[in-house]
């Protein structure tokens, strides 16, 4: 089965880097929410980004207006490419 690439649409998504992949069967109805988080997400149709390496995609999505975080530790998440704050703190048991 293929991979989808899914990003956020129109929010910085912290829980899945930016950027969501999901196996999904061909001619399935496309993921509106991210499993991760459950926020607003929309298909990616380019693979082209994806061989290029995650370095890559995070400065593409840093040119875009995206902040890509990364996950370094309990609650604690640092900033790997964009606009914003160097690390955020953030509860880690999901009543967020
Ligand atoms: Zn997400």
Known sequence: MPIYEYEPLGHDCL?????????????????????????????????????????TDYDKAA???????????????ERVAGEGPETIQRDDDGKA
């Open 15 to 55: 829980m899945c880097e930016g950027r969501v992949e999901v196996i999904q069967d061909v001619g399935a109805e496309p993921l509106e929410f991210c499993p991760y988080c459950g926020l607003e997400v929309r298909r990616v149709i380019s693979r082209a980004s994806v061989q290029m390496g995650r370095k």
């Open 63 to 77: 040119t875009r207006g995206y902040t890509t975080f990364r996950r370094a530790g309990h609650g604690t998440w």
